[in-house]
């Protein structure tokens, strides 16, 4: 079992940062943040695989930075150059293997809200 609880997430303008955090109840390596807006399908944003690769969707990749502190059981998601339709509920979730797709992913957590204005 694990458990993961998600926090950072807020309102911000357009082109502005924040900083999610995931803490973790132990640590698994395959780790990921996925989003989801209203009316649209679970993505994935930013994940960890094999021996320390990370993979980036398309639209986040040079703005969004996926990172963790296993001393500190915490996964990150720093994001910068917010757009508008960054919004969404932002999750954190774990699996023993490293799937791309968030049908697969085993642990998730409660999810944190992300606005971000024009």
């Known amino acids: 079992q694990a458990q993961l609880v998600e926090s950072g997430g807020g309102s911000v303008q357009a082109g502005g940062s924040l900083r999610l955090s995931c803490a973790f109840s132990r640590v698994i390596y395959c780790m990921a943040w996925f989003r989801q807006a209203p009316g649209k399908e679970r993505e994935g944003v930013a994940r960890?695989?094999?021996?320390?690769?990370?993979a980036y969707a398309d639209s986040v990749k040079g703005r969004f930075t996926i990172s963790r502190d296993d001393a500190k059981n915490t996964l990150y998601l720093e994001m910068n150059s917010l757009k508008p339709e960054d919004t969404a509920m932002y999750y954190c979730a774990a699996h023993f293997s490293c799937p791309s797709e968030a049908a697969e992913y085993r642990y998730w957590g409660q999810g944190t809200q992300v606005t971000v204005s024009s």
């Open positions: 960890f695989y094999g021996i320390g690769h990370t």
